[in-house]
């Protein structure tokens, strides 16, 4: 009787924009050959071909990709449609077999080589690799949509420094920098020997023609009093500063233009997923599809638990012996865990003046546990687990989100109630 491992020969993929490296293995670490080929649709028959040299007829070939959702993406659909077994292998787990083996040289062979040592060692553990068109889409445009919003960032904080330095006192008179009022103000006055001979009634129109409506007078009056308490902030070449300063505005409108767009496919594209995962309150179309993107199908995860694992919500335990210590996770899907975090904040905070509790079910469950004992931090990360399971089963059967009754519910029930008799 043979051992499983023997009835494969294990591949591994090194993806790349121009070229694909591929390292064949045999069940004993042996190196059989390697293939680089172009990456180019029309060479996959053929290296598909090629390939077969390395192996027997009993035998059949398990392919291991870093990439399956990028540059290695093609290839992999190519295999699977192929009937060939296709492993999605961990960056990470590369990373560390090529530290374990104590090389310093890093090319593509090795790479290859690296992922298929991790294919043959964990081939059972390794995820299938699953086309899922529509998750790949989804996360093409939530990457597109990060990548605006890291883009905003970095042109606000251009757009601060040079503000910063034309008018010291601009955090008195536009509390946001990118508003839409703000940004009309410092393209046409960039820098304040614009507002020479401005009078008050001038910039008055012009701050209710671009969106201060009330309080221009005193909005105006304003921002000329603190020019002129600022003194001097000419400098040299302030020509060229202006001209940066309505660059980088134009370039914000832009980003916020094109952000505009990219919502609009996510929100549109979102009718292909039969989830109601906008049902809960503090979750939009935006979280939704971040959700969405990070989990991918919720049939890789038979329980909440694994999901909550996944995430880097559920403890660690660290055991020797007698001794058994429970520690946060710092691994798991970061940015999976970011969300959870955000939406566990968002469903215990109470809003408005009259600090109206936004939902008395979590509200309850978070100083619940706080009274048990329990500090606000772990308290909170009993609130995001809790979440967990709601957010799995929401997916997992595709059914709305119902708040459960809590006694302050129906309390408020009865009161009403008491009011109406």
Request: glycine content about 4%; aromatic content about 12%; charged content about 30%.
């Amino acid at each position: 009787m043979f051992h499983p491992k023997m009835k494969y020969v294990y591949v591994g993929l090194d993806s790349h924009k121009d070229t694909h490296t591929a390292v064949f293995l045999n069940c004993f670490y042996e190196k059989l050959g390697e293939l680089t080929f172009k990456n180019v649709p029309n060479e996959f028959p053929k290296f598909l071909s090629e390939s077969k040299k390395f192996k027997s007829n009993e035998l059949s070939f398990l392919w291991g990709f870093e990439d399956v959702s990028s540059y290695g993406r093609a290839l992999a659909v190519f295999l699977t449609n192929k009937k060939e077994q296709v492993k999605h292998v961990n960056a990470s787990l590369v990373a560390n077999e090529r530290k374990s083996l104590n090389v310093l040289q890093k090319t593509d062979s090795f790479d290859a080589e690296c992922a298929s040592r991790v294919l043959l060692s964990r081939f059972d553990q390794l995820p299938d690799f699953n086309p899922q068109d529509k998750y790949w889409v989804l996360a093409q445009l939530v990457v597109r949509r990060r990548s605006i919003v890291k883009g905003n960032k970095s042109l606000k904080n251009h757009l601060q420094a040079y503000i910063t330095s034309h008018y010291p006192s601009h955090g008195k008179f536009f509390k946001d920098i990118d508003a839409k009022s703000s940004l009309a103000f410092y393209e046409k006055y960039p820098s304040p020997e614009k507002l020479d001979n401005v009078s008050v009634e001038e910039l008055a129109a012009f701050l209710k023609e671009n969106g201060h409506c009330n309080k221009s007078i005193e909005k105006a009056t304003l921002i000329l009093d603190c020019v002129k308490k600022d003194g001097d902030t000419l400098t040299d070449f302030q020509d060229i500063r202006n001209q940066a300063v309505i660059s980088t505005i134009n370039q914000i409108r832009n980003n916020k233009k094109e952000m505009e767009s990219v919502e609009i496919l996510i929100q549109n594209f979102l009718k292909n997923f039969d989830y109601k995962l906008e049902s809960m309150r503090g979750i939009d179309f935006v979280t939704a599809a971040n959700l969405i993107t990070e989990i991918g199908d919720i049939e890789r995860f038979p329980t909440p638990a694994k999901l909550a694992k996944y995430s880097g919500i559920s403890p660690v335990t660290y055991a020797s012996g007698k001794s058994s210590v429970q520690y946060a996770n710092e691994r798991g899907n970061r940015e999976l865990n970011a969300i959870f975090f955000n939406l566990a904040i968002s469903v215990i905070c109470t809003a408005g003046k009259n600090k109206r509790i936004v939902n008395h079910y979590f509200y309850d469950y978070y100083h619940r546990k706080i009274k048990e004992g329990k500090t606000k931090k772990q308290s909170l990360k009993c609130v995001e687990r809790k979440l967990v399971n709601i957010i799995w089963k929401m997916m997992k059967y595709k059914t709305e989100y119902r708040n459960p009754e809590t006694k302050a519910f129906e309390e408020d029930i009865k009161d009403k109630t008491q009011e109406s008799t």
